[in-house]
């Protein structure tokens, strides 16, 4: 399981990468979801609270 954006919602707003720059870097004003070899869900559950505008979930 990892984080997934919706960028219909995402407004790029920025922080996400500002809380979890391990996982999410901007790039041209949109998030990506990066070294997700990294992720462990029971870990980082958390990140899906980091957006203010729900985009992003894990599944
Ligand atoms: S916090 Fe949410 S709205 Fe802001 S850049 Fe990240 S995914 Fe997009």
């Given at each position: 399981m990892i984080p997934y954006i919706d960028y219909s919602l995402?407004?790029?707003?920025?922080a996400c990468a500002e809380l979890f720059p391990l996982f999410f870097e901007m790039r041209d004003d949109r998030p990506w979801f990066i070294?997700?070899?990294?992720?462990v869900v029971e870990e980082h559950r958390e990140v899906m609270f980091s957006c203010p505008f729900r985009a992003i979930s894990i599944g």
């Open positions: 995402c407004t790029g707003c920025g070294n997700y070899e990294k992720f």
